[in-house]
């Protein structure tokens, strides 16, 4: 049984065309058929171009957004719908690291405060009291536990994501979900957190949807790896497969983007033209078609089903294509 199974997951956001009159228009479809499983102790990365609904999809999935379609089973049991003192249990299990270290942490609370909020909400105390706790969980993540009486202005950006990650690990919950939690921090630093999401993973089998743009990134701590593009799921593999054998001609695009270490080594790059289409009004058939180098008359009339073309490696396209990565 997966830990987490997600089946056409849609978050649509309606739109008004008039203020005063309150005309309901078209929805603002920024997840839109999103399926996926998770398994304890594996990360999944979640990447595509900004506004192609990542983030949406993990707060969905950790139900901070209501889902507008779709299911979410966790541990077998569905929690699509789930409210009130159901809902609060579960977020004992749910977790999330916020991109933004500073808007993330509450200024007027001191962190010790903030990290014992999961405790107090949850109602749980730990042996030896909840500041002993925290002051531990401070020391594990590679803060001074003598700082919990200080406030977030007093830490760097860094430190204020250590935060955030002691918040989100302190019930040892079951699956985090990591939105851009590295976008914000000088590159340095994104290592150190890196290697501490991956400690704390093994130490306690957590799961991850780890959301980043930064495609080395997700390939050094995902297992697997979902590409998106305007709310849909472009194509699903592991990290090898997919960054060595794209099929789909956006990852292609892509991996292309990604720098090498070795600059004068020839290399095709694959530009995309245009802009990405408003989730408002979306392509007809395949959404990836209007900036697609190989679409044709029946890109627009169907749209593509996702298809397993070898063993866990899902794509959706008409025309799928082995693209060796050099």
């Given at each position: 049984?997966?830990?987490?199974?997600?089946?056409?997951?849609?978050?649509?956001?309606?739109?008004?065309?008039?203020?005063?009159?309150?005309?309901?228009?078209?929805?603002?479809?920024?997840?839109?058929?999103?399926?996926?499983?998770?398994?304890?102790?594996?990360?999944?990365?979640?990447?595509?171009?900004?506004?192609?609904?990542?983030?949406?999809?993990?707060?969905?999935?950790?139900?901070?957004?209501?889902?507008?379609?779709?299911?979410?089973?966790?541990?077998?049991?569905?929690?699509?719908?789930?409210?009130?003192?159901?809902?609060?249990?579960?977020?004992?299990?749910?977790?999330?690291?916020?991109?933004?270290?500073?808007?993330?942490?509450?200024?007027?609370?001191?962190?010790?405060?903030?990290?014992?909020?999961?405790?107090?909400?949850?109602?749980?105390?730990?042996?030896?009291?909840?500041?002993?706790?925290?002051?531990?969980?401070m020391e594990r993540v590679g803060l001074n536990p003598e700082h919990?009486?200080?406030?977030?202005?007093?830490?760097?950006?860094?430190?204020?994501?250590?935060?955030?990650?002691?918040?989100?690990?302190?019930?040892k919950p079951k699956l985090v979900v990591c939105d851009e939690p590295?976008?914000?921090?000088?590159?340095?630093?994104?290592?150190?957190?890196?290697?501490?999401?991956?400690?704390?993973?093994?130490?306690?089998?957590?799961?991850?949807?780890?959301?980043?743009?930064?495609?080395?990134?997700?390939?050094?701590?995902?297992?697997?790896?979902?590409?998106?593009?305007?709310?849909?799921?472009?194509?699903?593999?592991?990290?090898?497969?997919?960054?060595?054998?794209?099929?789909?001609?956006?990852?292609?695009?892509?991996?292309?983007?990604?720098?090498?270490?070795?600059?004068?080594?020839?290399?095709?790059?694959?530009?995309?033209?245009?802009?990405?289409?408003?989730?408002?009004?979306?392509?007809?058939?395949?959404?990836?078609?209007?900036?697609?180098?190989?679409?044709?008359?029946?890109?627009?009339?169907?749209?593509?089903?996702?298809?397993?073309?070898?063993?866990?490696?899902?794509?959706?396209?008409?025309?799928?294509?082995?693209?060796?990565?050099?």
């Open positions: 049984m997966s830990l987490l199974r997600v089946t056409d997951l849609k978050k649509h956001f309606p739109t008004y065309n008039q203020k005063l009159l309150r005309r309901p228009g078209a929805p603002v479809k920024a997840v839109d058929g999103l399926s996926l499983t998770l398994e304890a102790g594996e990360t999944l990365g979640l990447v595509g171009e900004s506004g192609c609904g990542k983030s949406t999809a993990g707060r969905t999935i950790l139900k901070l957004l209501e889902p507008t379609g779709g299911t979410i089973e966790f541990e077998g049991r569905d929690v699509t719908h789930a409210k009130g003192e159901e809902l609060r249990h579960l977020r004992r299990e749910l977790q999330m690291v916020f991109q933004d270290p500073y808007g993330s942490l509450n200024p007027r609370h001191p962190i010790g405060q903030i990290i014992a909020a999961p405790f107090e909400i949850q109602k749980v105390t730990p042996p030896g009291g909840i500041k002993k706790e925290v002051q531990a969980l919990y009486n200080r406030y977030p202005h007093e830490f760097s950006g860094g430190q204020r994501q250590r935060i955030g990650v002691a918040r989100a690990i302190a019930l590295v976008s914000a921090l000088d590159v340095s630093i994104q290592a150190q957190v890196i290697n501490l999401l991956e400690d704390i993973q093994n130490e306690q089998n957590l799961a991850y949807v780890f959301i980043a743009h930064d495609l080395s990134v997700v390939r050094h701590i995902s297992d697997r790896v979902m590409v998106m593009y305007l709310g849909k799921v472009m194509e699903v593999a592991d990290r090898n497969s997919l960054y060595e054998r794209p099929m789909h001609p956006y990852t292609q695009a892509l991996m292309s983007a990604v720098p090498v270490p070795e600059p004068r080594r020839d290399r095709e790059r694959i530009l995309l033209s245009g802009d990405l289409p408003s989730p408002q009004n979306p392509p007809s058939g395949c959404v990836f078609r209007t900036r697609c180098p190989i679409a044709t008359d029946r890109c627009a009339a169907e749209t593509p089903i996702p298809t397993e073309l070898e063993p866990g490696h899902i794509v959706a396209c008409h025309y799928p294509k082995v693209r060796e990565v050099v």
